[in-house]
């Protein structure tokens, strides 16, 4: 079974960044793509970014110019760089690796 733990996260303001990491334990973890999704109150978890086992990245559109996903494989950790928060950022984020997920780390954009 894979497991996940996700930390970085907190308060900031909006405009500020914030950068989240995503450690793995399990087998084959390089194989697969990596996910981050997130989840704000009274909404639906949404996908937030990927990264495939070859260093492929997609984006959903609202963060595609602020967020930066990456992995190292040799640590068996993802990260997410997240620049110019917003408001609408914040929320519970999750990573997800072969159809399992972290307990998530909060994240609050507010002034």
């Known amino acids: 079974q894979v497991q996940l733990v996700e930390s970085g996260g907190g308060l900031v303001q909006p405009g500020g960044s914030l950068r989240l990491s995503c450690a793995a334990s399990?087998?084959?973890?390089?194989?697969?793509?990596w996910f981050w999704y997130r989840q704000a109150p009274g909404k639906q978890r949404e996908f937030v970014a990927y990264i495939t086992s070859g260093g492929i990245t997609n984006y959903q559109d609202s963060v595609k110019a602020r967020f930066t996903i990456s992995r190292d494989n040799a640590k068996n950790t993802m990260s997410l760089q997240m620049n110019s928060l917003e408001p609408e950022d914040t929320g519970v984020y999750y990573c997800s690796v072969d159809a399992q997920w972290g307990p998530g780390t909060q994240v609050t954009v507010s002034s």
């Open positions: 399990g087998n084959n973890l390089q194989t697969y793509t």
